[in-house]
């Protein structure tokens, strides 16, 4: 398998092409892809989906993706890492804005294709797409600003959009692959809020006792729920640690810890240090 590495913190890609030539294919970075014309279908994670004009595309790092070009297609590619954001964190909802990537950055593409529901949202990525063309060809003071604050206001809208997806096909969905993507889901997107992750909660909304629920997150993670959430939360500390200017206090706070002590020390569980000392040795670096 083929894993593509950007360098770069943004680019854009256009081009127009009658066969897709590029096996499938993983890579280290986002995209949105813009379909400008053209028709054929996106296998995304094995997920044969029809695609024509206007649609849109993300492709997350673990996605595994190519086309099949049924008539000549015109892409537009947005390619970018976290790092175009790392600039971003005063803004005065930075913590929600962060919510919004981390969600991006670790959830699995399970509703696959073009990810806009409404076409209100569509019409306004499109011009959101436009000036971000304009801003990277003409490289104009604050171009930089502009286009990381444009790229997160398109995610923020495909977040929106891929939610009201998700909620809208979780009812009656039968036990098996489908669900635990569903549950993983959740528990990525609510893990903010303990009372959403609890085993109780989880039961009630996927339409399973406790006790199954539990033995069949086990048999297809290998872990327990409580096992899974603690992980995925150290895995957003870490990034949080990496990538922002927050205390650990506040970090604490923001993913549902009683204190900094009850972080520090699960935080230690697994990184054989505190998360201050692992933010002293980034600097080091």
Avoid: C
């Avoid at 943004?10 to 294919?25: A, G, L, N, R």
């Avoid at 595309?57 to 673990?62: C, G, R, V």
């Avoid at 039961?203 to 406790?210: E, R, T, Y």
Wanted: aromatic residues 14%; without cysteine; neutral net charge.
């Amino acid at each position: 398998m083929n894993r593509y590495t950007l360098h770069e913190t943004f680019v854009v890609h256009q081009y127009s092409i009658d066969e897709w030539k590029v096996e499938p294919h993983k890579h280290n970075y986002f995209e949105i892809i813009f379909i400008d014309k053209g028709r054929g279908y996106h296998i995304i994670n094995d997920i044969r989906f029809p695609y024509k004009e206007n649609n849109i595309f993300l492709i997350a790092p673990e996605d595994i993706h190519h086309f099949e070009i049924e008539k000549r297609t015109s892409f537009t590619n947005f390619k970018f890492t976290e790092l175009l954001f790392s600039g971003k964190i005063n803004l005065p909802d930075r913590k929600y804005w962060l919510q919004r990537i981390e969600q991006l950055l670790h959830h699995p593409n399970i509703i696959p294709g073009d990810v806009i529901s409404h076409e209100d949202d569509r019409s306004i990525i499109w011009d959101i797409h436009n000036v971000v063309l304009e801003e990277f060809k003409n490289e104009k003071v604050y171009y930089q600003e502009i286009i990381s604050n444009a790229i997160s206001t398109i995610l923020s809208i495909i977040v929106r959009n891929i939610s009201e997806k998700y909620n809208s096909n979780q009812r009656n969905i039968p036990v098996g692959h489908n669900k635990i993507d569903l549950i993983l889901s959740h528990i990525r997107q609510h893990v903010y809020d303990n009372d959403l992750t609890k085993i109780s909660f989880l039961s009630d909304k996927f339409n399973m006792s406790q006790s199954s629920i539990s033995t069949y997150f086990k048999r297809k993670t290998g872990e327990s729920i409580h096992l899974y959430v603690t992980k995925y939360k150290m895995k957003l500390v870490e990034y949080r640690l990496q990538h922002t200017e927050f205390t650990i206090a506040e970090i604490a706070y923001q993913l549902g810890y009683t204190d900094e002590s009850h972080l520090t020390k699960t935080f230690k569980k697994y990184f054989s240090m505190s998360p201050r000392q692992y933010r002293k040795e980034l600097t080091i670096s």
